[in-house]
């Protein structure tokens, strides 16, 4: 089981790295003047997008799976879990929201301000309060 949470636990902090830095580039991406810096933005978000956003999202859903599967008597009753939970099918809503931003700005048809994604790229910060904190604390 301990390799299992070592591995889900690198899992996440891929998947926190990717979400947190990828409203970054699309603050970057809206303030870029020229086409090269353009292209070059649509480039570096789909490769995170698609490169470590997605498998790292998708080994934290599966190894996380694992995890409960060790003990589901406990955590099908526990309600730290399941606010836990919630916050992460939260997550991937954000996450889902971003691809659809990398699709946006690919397609050249994005209409939000770089004030916008800075305020956007604060939410997984929440997310990620919340769920440690349920996590390590468990505190219901």
């Known amino acids: 089981m301990l390799w299992v949470k070592a591995f889900h636990l690198v899992a ?37 997008y698609r490169g470590i956003a997605i498998p790292s999202m998708i080994a934290t859903i599966a190894l996380g799976i694992w995890l409960m599967s060790f003990n589901w008597a406990y955590y099908k009753t526990a309600g730290w879990l399941h606010a836990k939970l919630l916050f992460v099918v939260l997550l991937i809503g954000y996450h889902h929201i971003c691809g659809a931003y990398v699709r946006r700005f690919a397609e050249g048809t994005n209409t939000k301000s770089g004030r916008y994604f800075r305020i956007f790229n604060e939410l997984p910060v929440i997310a990620l309060i ?3 904190i349920l996590a390590v604390v468990k505190p219901f």
Do not use: G
């Not at 303030?31 to 978000?45: N, V, Y």
């Open 130 to 132: 919340a769920i440690v």
């Open 12 to 48: 996440v902090v891929c998947w926190f790295a990717a979400l947190f830095y990828l409203p970054r580039l699309f603050v970057y991406h809206v303030d870029a003047t020229d086409a090269l810096s353009r292209d070059r933005f649509c480039i570096m978000e789909r490769r995170l």
